[in-house]
């Protein structure tokens, strides 16, 4: 059996002054596993995937991810640069990879044997990144 992705132990998360929204929750899931997190309104479902993709650590107990996996996750109220229109806000979201894209395509247009390892590099990364 492959080993687990993510687990959880006896995790319990208390927002002050003292509600708990997590109560020694265990759970484990295999690689490539589809979970569906259901509850009402205020039950600790954003908690639990908050610290699943590590932003919550304030919590007693334990949860892992297992080493070279990472975990995305999209807030329901994303923190917004107000001073910047929607797609200025998008592009901070993407900036890392527009910056591959960017090199890439410099390098791309002025390819030599110099840039190759770079090029090649940087190919990779954004392959990664699909």
């Known amino acids: ?14 927002h002050p002054p003292d509600k708990e929204v997590l109560k020694d929750v265990t759970l484990a899931f295999y690689p490539g596993a589809k979970i569906g997190v259901l509850g009402p309104n205020g039950s600790g479902k954003s908690t639990l995937l908050r610290v699943m993709a590590g932003v919550d650590t304030d919590f007693r107990g334990d949860a892992q991810l297992a080493a070279g996996a990472s975990v995305g ?7 917004l640069d107000e001073t910047k229109d929607v797609r200025g806000n998008v592009e901070d979201g993407v900036r890392q ?20 390892d770079e090029f090649a590099a940087l190919q990779e990364k954004i392959d990664a990144s699909d």
Not at 1 to 14: C, K, N, P, Q, V
Not at 98 to 104: G, H, I
């Open 1 to 14: 059996m492959a080993e687990f992705i993510f687990t959880m132990h006896r995790l319990t998360r208390t």
């Open 73 to 79: 996750l999209l807030e329901q109220e994303p923190q």
């Open 97 to 116: 990879l527009r910056d591959l894209l960017d090199r890439f395509n410099e390098l791309a247009a002025n390819y030599s044997e110099e840039t190759a």
